[in-house]
């Protein structure tokens, strides 16, 4: 089977388990319900929208799903992709892949750290370690083999970037409206840090999110380049490949 082919039945499998897990993930995540003597910050205004990371679950859900739904009833072009597949490449790159990442490394960074910062073990009854894998853990897997799997067409970096950064932007306004709301900080790392201090983590973790968009632009050039080599090795040096070649068009770029 040529390689081409292997790659567009693992990405659409790929895009079969991931709208189930992510689906899921967000469903369960919605249903629970911490006691506030527990965690007053749980049922406080914003609910479950309060997190970054049921954020990222609820983009995931919807990437993959959107994804599978291409794969079923929409014919892709590689060479002019229509409209649907254009917005699917756009938020993958700005939003999908590096928000994915921000969230699983940086919260098993701060859980390694601390994880009374992120996850107090007061919360292990109510968050079940196998859901605390889906929402921290898998989106980032599913990401990086979305991302190997099938490469897809970047924006020009500087618009990728404003779209990540405005996404980030809002959500730390976000944040700073439910702390005026509830007098209670999304993260316990924020309540240690005075002002200053607290400016310099968002402004460290903004260049963090762009820093993980630009990874994600240079692997999938990467990947982009490794795949087209080896889908034409074998062609014989007096066969002529042009871009209505079927080898071109079985090319899962999406």
């Given at each position: 089977m040529?390689?081409?082919?292997?790659?567009?039945?693992?990405?659409?499998l790929?895009?079969?388990?991931?709208?189930?897990?992510?689906?899921?993930?967000?469903?369960?995540?919605?249903?629970?319900?911490?006691?506030?003597?527990?965690?007053?910050?749980?049922?406080?205004?914003?609910?479950?929208?309060?997190?970054l990371?049921?954020?990222?679950?609820c983009?995931?859900?919807?990437?993959?799903?959107?994804c599978?739904?291409?794969?079923?009833?929409?014919?892709?072009?590689?060479?002019?992709?229509?409209?649907?597949?254009?917005?699917k490449?756009?938020?993958?790159?700005?939003?999908?892949?590096?928000?994915?990442?921000f969230?699983?490394?940086?919260?098993?960074?701060?859980?390694?750290?601390?994880?009374?910062?992120?996850?107090?073990r007061?919360?292990?009854?109510?968050?079940?370690?196998?859901?605390?894998?889906?929402?921290?853990?898998m989106?980032?897997?599913?990401a990086?083999?979305?991302?190997?799997?099938a490469?897809?067409?970047?924006?020009?970096?500087?618009?990728?970037?404003?779209?990540?950064?405005t996404?980030?932007?809002?959500y730390?306004v976000?944040?700073?409206?439910?702390?005026?709301?509830?007098d209670?900080?999304?993260?316990?790392?924020?309540?240690?840090?005075?002002?200053?201090?607290?400016?310099?983590?968002?402004?460290?973790?903004?260049?963090?999110?762009?820093?993980l968009?630009?990874?994600?632009?240079?692997?999938?050039?990467?990947?982009?380049?490794?795949?087209?080599?080896?889908?034409?090795?074998?062609?014989?040096?007096?066969?002529q490949?042009?871009?209505?070649?079927?080898?071109?068009?079985?090319?899962?770029?999406?």
């Amino acid at each position: 089977m040529a390689l081409s082919s292997v790659l567009r039945t693992a990405n659409v499998l790929l895009h079969v388990i991931g709208s189930i897990l992510f689906c899921s993930g967000v469903y369960f995540h919605w249903q629970v319900k911490i006691p506030s003597k527990i965690s007053p910050l749980d049922s406080a205004f914003g609910d479950k929208f309060k997190y970054l990371t049921f954020w990222n679950a609820c983009i995931q859900a919807f990437f993959f799903t959107y994804c599978l739904i291409l794969d079923i009833f929409v014919k892709s072009n590689p060479n002019k992709p229509p409209k649907t597949v254009a917005f699917k490449n756009y938020l993958f790159a700005t939003i999908g892949f590096p928000i994915a990442c921000f969230v699983a490394t940086v919260f098993w960074g701060l859980y390694t750290l601390d994880r009374e910062l992120v996850l107090p073990r007061v919360l292990d009854p109510y968050f079940p370690m196998w859901l605390n894998h889906i929402v921290h853990t898998m989106v980032a897997v599913f990401a990086v083999l979305e991302m190997l799997s099938a490469p897809h067409t970047y924006p020009e970096r500087s618009r990728g970037l404003f779209t990540l950064g405005t996404f980030t932007v809002i959500y730390v306004v976000w944040v700073h409206i439910i702390y005026l709301k509830s007098d209670l900080w999304v993260y316990p790392i924020l309540k240690e840090l005075n002002l200053p201090f607290r400016m310099l983590f968002f402004a460290a973790m903004l260049a963090y999110a762009f820093l993980l968009y630009i990874i994600g632009d240079v692997v999938n050039k990467l990947v982009n380049k490794k795949v087209h080599k080896t889908c034409h090795q074998g062609i014989s040096p007096g066969m002529q490949v042009n871009e209505s070649s079927p080898l071109n068009s079985n090319f899962p770029v999406t």
